[in-house]
Each structure stands twice: as C-alpha cells, then as structure tokens.
C-alpha cells in the first residue's frame, strides 16, 4: 500500500511537472506571438516595402554578385551609395551623410542622429566580401533612420502605438549610450528597434537580392 501510493504520488507529481511545463510552454509562445505581432510590419508599411523591393529589383537585377564582381572599392562604394540614394528616396528617408569605411569589430552599418541630421555609415568589409549582406545592411540601417524621422515628422501614418514602442527605446537608449558598451546597448536596449530593421531588411530584400 505504501508502494502504491509512492508510486501514486510520483505519477501524480510528474503529471503536475508536466502540466507545468505544457503551460509554462504555451504561455511563452503567447508571450512570443504578442512579441512578434508587436513588431510585425503594419499596412502603412506596405507601400514602402514595395517601392523599396522595385528599387532593389532594378538596382540589384539581374544578379548582384555578377554586377559587382569586377568593380574595385572605389567603384563598390559608388555602386552602393548609389543603392542608400535609391532606396533612400523609396522610403521618402532623408539621409544627411553617407560614409564607407570600418566601424567597430561586429558592426557592418550604422545609423546615427545628431539632432535631426542622420548619418548612415557602410563598412567597406561588407561591400567587398558580401554583396547582398551589403543591400541588407542598408536597408536595415535606412529602417533606423526611418524610425528615428517617424518621432518628428512622420510622414508615412505609423501608428501611435509603433512610434511610442520605437520612441521609448531611443530614449532609453540614448540615456543608458554613455554607460554601456555599444554590444550591451544593442543586445538590451534596442531589441524594438533592431528587431523592426531586421523585419523590415527581410521584406524588402526576400528573393530580390
Ligand atoms: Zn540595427
């Protein structure tokens, strides 16, 4: 008797865990789900994706890799300030400066603020070793920039909930800038705004480039 209920209460613990487990696992992916829909690409994105992924779909046609293979870095950096110009004007983003060259270990782009003006910057690793992650770089970056305009002159109809989301980050990151690292600054503070350049970098490049 005292066997059976051990084994009873072990069975029954073990149900419990694993009730536990099965609900600690859906509510993470209701977590997840929330997550991803708050990040998710709204309707007035739309057009802007569209007009980018036409760019792209001349700038970068008919294949990337073969249009650049024999430019040297000179030619490169032209050919790509060329795509920022493009795909700059798609988005209706205005980019103050354009700069080629490196940047710190693990970072291929940048885009920075200082008051309105933005500066977007392309590291020459990327435009010489990998093409396509260049035009990604780009269009992530330009994302940036586009989030950072939507706070004082949102021409594109974001919503309120999107621009507070994005705003609220850039706050907080502009805040925590001098006391972190640039890594802990993006790994913590600008999961948002990254995650929505990522987003918005894969609509517009998918079986374009
Ligand atoms: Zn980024």
Redesign the pocket.
Known sequence: MLGLSIVGSYVYQKCRAEQRKTAEIEALSQALERYASQVALEQVDRPIVEAVRRELASSCSPRLEEKVKDMDLAARREFFAGIVRNVARAMQVDIKSLSFGDLDAGHIGR?RNEGFDIHLTITDAVIMADPRRAVYTIC??LR?AQQFTSFTDDRWGFSDRRKAQWLSEFTASASQRATESEAMF?AYR?QM??LD?NNFASAVTKNII
């Open positions: 885009c992530h970056e940036h993006r600008c705004l990254e350049a």
